[in-house]
């Protein structure tokens, strides 16, 4: 079963990277206020059904492809 | 305008990124085939309309936010 887990730098953490392309943009002329880069994981994984695809991409969000103190994660199909 | 920029890996070409965390997947005991591995940007911008934001969105993933050699990039809402 295909899963695409979403994550993104917490709301208030600094992002040194999106800030970093935020001024390389404006230095070539974009009028970009506010650039946030975080990461897209495309899973293919083997599971009972949806509900517990779901599960087990939670899981593998929190223990391994994001860090929960400084960033979220959202879980998609 | 917010406008989000969704870059992965084309098909076909190697992702040790995708690649090294299935094996650590794999490992943890999770049966996942699969992993690709991508960016997610989240810009703010200053665009005349909704055209004028997704012309700006291309141009700047075609420029900076990804390699089109190797990457495909998407840009949504």
Redesign the interface.
């Known amino acids: 079963m295909k899963v695409t887990v ?1 994550v ?1 730098p917490r709301e208030g953490i600094l992002d040194p990277q ?1 800030e970093a ?1 935020r001024r ?2 404006t230095g ?1 002329g ?17 599971a009972a059904d949806e509900a517990d695809a779901r599960r ?1 991409a939670d899981e ?1 969000s929190e ?3 994001s860090n929960p103190l400084i960033e979220d994660y959202q879980v998609g199909a």
């Open positions: 979403t993104r999106g392309l390389s943009l070539l974009y009028d970009v206020t506010d650039v946030r880069a975080g990461k897209v994981f495309d899973l293919e994984l083997e087990i593998i223990r391994v492809l």
